[in-house]
């Protein structure tokens, strides 16, 4: 089994940053793809960002040039720098460890962005 503890979300201003963490525990096969996800009040879950176990990325449009994702392996943790920050980025965010056979989700963190 694994968990997934996120980190790092709160309240930041219109062209500001935040980092997001999540430290992953547990059963974890070292071939993994990691990533987060967010959802906006009354919108669907998207993807922000994904990486895999050997640094492979993919950005959601939105995300490309703004956001960072990267991952420890030595710490299971992955990673998500977020610079100018915009309203729209403002929902919770999940962290996402996904292998060939399962998935698993944390339990969200809040990103709310003022303008």
């Known amino acids: 089994q694994v968990q997934l503890v996120e980190s790092g979300g709160g309240l930041a201003q219109a062209g500001g940053s935040l980092r997001l963490s999540c430290q992953a525990s547990?059963?974890?096969?070292?071939?993994?793809?990691m990533g987060w996800y967010r959802q906006a009040p009354g919108k669907e879950r998207e993807l922000v960002a994904t990486?895999?176990?050997?640094?492979?990325?993919i950005y959601a449009t939105s995300a490309r040039g703004r956001f960072t994702i990267s991952r420890d392996n030595d710490k299971n943790t992955v990673y998500l720098q977020m610079n100018s920050l915009k309203p729209e980025d403002a929902a919770v965010y999940y962290c996402k460890l996904e292998t060939a056979n399962n998935e698993n989700w944390g339990q969200g963190t809040q990103v709310t962005v003022s303008s």
């Open positions: 990486i895999t176990t050997f640094g492979g990325t």
């Open positions: 547990g059963s974890i096969f070292s071939a993994n793809v």
